[in-house]
């Protein structure tokens, strides 16, 4: 017993000593926490109750060189949905009260609640929808997974990528973005549809289980669920139920930041405004906000850009610089360029909240920074005369829908004018756009190269061959040489060279000649027998020597056209792509795609079935054969190759080395006959108008080649800081001959019926460029479907559409790699259905094909040049289309029928007036 009784006390002191032990640390503790720890438990008490709210800055306003607006910032008013200490059947009223509101007055609101219901009352979710007509819009069956689409989608516009190489998904979607103005619905690091995940996250926001939401939750069974979890009145029908969830919606995207107030629609008009300011509904604010505003509206849109949101591949970037993901940046033009300047400093908000994240106090407030507002070296009037001028030029012309004109200054190098036809309103921007907006701005066709684009800046981002606007090049490379200006050739109207015959236009129109030549002359009749001698130092109707002290070649010509700037970036501002020079390496290129085109056109005819079937193997032969076009092997060579190395049927294997000998080895190599071509403006010359405009300058600005630049400064920075001009250091002379010949054209050559009787002397040239292609129509499949009949007629054959429809579909399964959509695979189709009777020369020959490209290049006055002005009509015909442009330009610059009026003074970078 004894024993017992001590072991129990034993135990009890054991207890007793750890719990006075205990007691002790507590006591310690408690006395570091609330004497020695004070001050820092304070300030973390108060931080765990206090948030930093940031507010948007007011972008920097853009301007023309005179100080007049072009981008502005609109003050606007705002309704805001403050749910803060309001009980559920508060927030239910109200927005139900707002809703109808906004849709009584007429005003636009935010809708971003993803369930909607038709009239026949089923439920469905925007974002598969938008999934499927995204894919039908891209030619795409509407069931493709996301990785699907996106190989597909970088196969249809030839963007390399490669699944084994995901760092090349961003590079691929970032060509898709900027190059083809494309935006897919991708998400490149997950590879799903961004719709997709925006569900997910839409029906996590709302408490649905991830096993759930993998398992499929209906658009019906959602809304019903989150009616019963929002205690919707019983009363209410579904439709009215969903204006409710529209607020929901966007309460439940600010989570346990409910002290955030939500916006619901912006630039309410006034009845609203006095509505809710008098009405007292529990919840609703009106507010200012600005909003960015383009006075102006379509004009000078291209030079501008337009404002979008942050995109998944921009999102780090631009987090890490302090934006909000909800905040609009500059997607295009100076908007994108000068970002940083213009997007200012957000302010900073801080407030108290209490533990249900309600707000409480405002405790410091920090105004947000203005943008620096950007000067560009554009005058506004005449950037509208450039724009309406092009726009009648373009209208007059039978088959042009696009166009672009670029105008300069020709001492400095910046751009006066640039316009782009067509345009586009970038308002329809300013607030995000919405699917339709977006929509109207996308190219009817997106299968034809020349289809009108409306976000292209035809400007800075097309190149065309420039035709005879290109000869003063050529000029300038002769007398360098040691041409003789004032030496005649006689023009004999064509050369024979090989089997090929090139001649002037008065030949090919009339069989005429332009006589004895010299350079004014040759330059103001655009004579090519001319410039083909010049170019190759011979005249070719006595085979006489032009006696040049250094021999001209085609790298002599070339470098000439990139010392005036025609294949490099000009330096601009804004986005610009630009094509390689003309060169030996890109015409085997263009002749070894030739080849491949070829023997797959005709592969059934030239190779077995078994390898007509089987891709890998017909691409395996088209490669082996049109690798040797650089080496250009002999006739019986040719023969031996394709029988030792190639899978070519033995009866067609003199057809095929044949063909591919003399129309396209042959062809292939870097000859005399491309040195007339380029000489002239042809072959794989290829220049932006912005690029032409430069090089003009540069001729008029005594071979001193300047940086292009359209932006003046930046506000508090000063004057933009250009690149030291280049001297070309041409020799004396050589310009002042080749301006004496362009100032011919313009008294008595092309330009003489639109500045002959003009009160300023001008120098101009007019080019008529080729464009050899097929026109694509917009869809393949109905091109072909309602040809069929005529195919049928010219084959004797009776093909029906369902016969080509099933064969395209099996294609399709067997090879989705190479038949990844429908426009892709019904010409095979229908050939193949027919027994390859049908053949692509068939298809192909109802589609036609472009009429010539117009160029005009002018500056002016001609001997002592202020401006430099190109102009390109896509598909204009005769150069002359283009010439009226230039001379409303001209006309409005120098002021020649004296109706402008002088403006007195400018503003400066500061902000200030100063008299000029």
């Known amino acids: 017993m004894n024993k017992n009784i001590k072991l129990f006390n034993s135990r009890y002191r054991q207890i007793v000593a750890i719990i006075f032990v205990l007691m002790a640390i507590l006591a310690i503790r408690l006395f570091v926490v609330t004497v020695l720890q004070h001050d820092d438990w304070t300030a973390k008490a108060s931080d765990q109750n206090t948030k930093t709210i940031q507010t948007s800055a007011p972008r920097g306003n853009i301007y023309d060189r005179n100080g007049n607006a072009l981008a502005l910032n609109k003050q606007v008013f705002t309704v805001n949905f403050n749910a803060s200490a309001l009980s559920t059947e508060e927030i239910n009223s109200s927005s139900l009260k707002l809703i109808n509101l906004l849709i009584k007055n007429g005003d636009k609101y935010t809708d971003n609640f993803p369930i909607k219901i038709t009239d026949s009352g089923t439920y469905y979710y925007t974002y598969k929808e938008k999934i499927k007509t995204w894919l039908r819009k891209q030619g795409f069956a509407d069931n493709l997974s996301a990785k699907e689409a996106f190989s597909k989608l970088c196969i249809k516009y030839k963007v390399d990528y490669s699944e084994a190489n995901p760092e090349q998904r961003y590079t691929a979607m970032e060509t898709l973005q900027t190059k083809y103005n494309l935006d897919p619905p991708i998400s490149v690091k997950s590879m799903t549809y961004t719709y997709d995940n925006e569900l997910a996250a839409f029906l996590e926001k709302f408490g649905f289980e991830k096993d759930e939401i993998k398992k499929g939750v209906s658009a019906k069974a959602c809304f019903q669920k989150l009616r019963k979890n929002y205690e919707i009145d019983k009363s209410l029908s579904d439709k009215e139920a969903r204006k409710i969830f529209i607020i929901r919606n966007e309460i439940a995207t600010n989570g346990f930041t409910r002290y955030i107030p939500i916006k619901v629609a912006s630039d309410i008009s006034k009845k609203t405004i006095a509505y809710i300011e008098e009405s007292g509904i529990p919840g609703l604010e009106v507010s200012s906000e600005t909003k960015r505003y383009y006075p102006n509206k379509n004009t000078a849109a291209h030079i501008i850009g337009y404002m979008g949101s942050i995109s998944e591949s921009e999102s780090k970037e631009y987090v890490e610089k302090g934006y909000s993901a909800s905040d609009l940046i500059g997607k295009d033009g100076i908007e994108a360029a000068l970002e940083e300047k213009l997007h200012g400093t957000p302010g900073i908000r801080k407030i108290k909240v209490n533990s249900s994240g309600e707000y409480v106090e405002t405790l410091e407030e920090t105004e947000a920074e203005k943008g620096s507002d950007v000067y560009l070296t554009i005058d506004l009037d005449l950037q509208k005369t450039a724009e309406q001028a092009l726009k009648r030029a373009i209208a007059s012309a039978a088959n042009s829908s696009s166009g672009a004109v670029v105008a300069s200054d020709i001492e400095t190098g910046d751009v006066l004018a640039m316009a782009s036809y067509p345009d586009f309103d970038p308002n329809i921007f300013a607030n995000g756009i919405s699917t339709k907006a977006w929509e109207s701005v996308q190219p009817e066709n997106e299968r034809d190269y020349l289809a009108p684009r409306p976000l292209m800046n035809n400007a800075t981002r097309t190149s065309i061959a420039p035709g005879s606007t290109f000869k003063p090049i050529t000029a300038i490379a002769a007398l360098e040489c040691g041409l003789d200006p004032n030496r005649y050739i006689t023009d004999r109207g064509v050369i024979k060279y090989g089997d090929r015959e090139f001649a002037c236009s008065a030949w090919n129109d009339y069989g005429g000649t332009h006589g004895n030549e010299t350079l004014e002359w040759g330059i103001g009749n655009s004579c090519n027998y001319y410039f083909f001698c010049i170019a190759t130092g011979k005249d070719w109707g006595t085979g006489a020597s032009l006696g040049y002290s250094q021999k001209i070649t085609v790298d002599k010509i070339l470098n000439t056209a990139k010392q005036f700037g025609l294949a490099d970036k000009t330096g601009i501002e804004i986005g610009e792509f630009t094509n390689d020079l003309a060169s030996e390496e890109t015409k085997l290129e263009t002749y070894e795609i030739g080849v491949e085109n070829y023997l797959y056109i005709n592969a059934h005819k030239l190779f077995p079935a078994a390898v007509v079937d089987d891709y890998d193997k017909l691409k395996k032969n088209m490669e082996t054969i049109s690798g040797w076009t650089k080496d250009n092997p002999d006739y019986e060579e040719v023969v031996q190759l394709l029988k030792e190395k190639t899978d070519v049927k033995k009866d067609q294997i003199e057809n095929v080395a ?99 009787n003009f009160p300023v002397e001008v120098a101009g040239k007019t080019g008529t460029a080729e464009y050899q292609a097929i026109k694509q129509p917009a869809s393949e499949v109905k091109y072909v479907k309602n040809r069929l009949g005529t195919l049928n007629a010219a084959a004797g054959t009776s093909v029906t559409w369902s016969k080509v429809k099933k064969t395209m579909e099996k294609m399709m399964e067997e090879e989705p790699e190479r038949y990844s959509t429908e426009d892709k695979t019904v010409d095979d189709a229908v050939i193949k259905a027919s027994n390859y009777k049908i053949t692509q020369g068939m298809i192909d020959s109802g589609k036609g094909g472009y009429d010539y490209n117009a160029w005009t290049i002018a500056m002016a006055p001609a001997d002592n040049p202020k401006i430099a002005v190109a102009v390109l009509l896509i598909q204009g015909g005769y150069s002359s289309s283009a010439a009226p442009v230039a001379k409303d330009i001209i006309a409005d610059y120098l002021n020649v029928y004296g109706d402008k009026k002088v403006k007195t003074t400018k503003t400066d970078i500061d902000g200030t007036n100063k008299v000029q």
């Not at 080749?738 to 092309?750: A, D, E, W, Y």
């Open 658 to 756: 044949s063909t591919v000998k003399f129309d396209y080895f042959i062809q292939a190599q870097w000859t005399t006959g491309d040195q007339f071509n380029l000489s002239i403006g042809q072959g794989d010359n290829a220049y932006t108008p912005l690029q032409m405009a430069n090089y003009v300058a540069t001729l008029g600005n005594n071979g001193v080649r300047n940086q292009v630049s359209v932006v003046a400064g930046v506000e508090g920075e000063g004057a933009t800081k250009k690149d030291k001009a280049t001297d070309l250091n041409l020799k004396a002379g050589t310009l002042d001959e080749v301006i004496k010949g362009m100032k011919r054209v313009c008294s008595s050559g092309t330009l003489s019926g639109v500045f002959g």
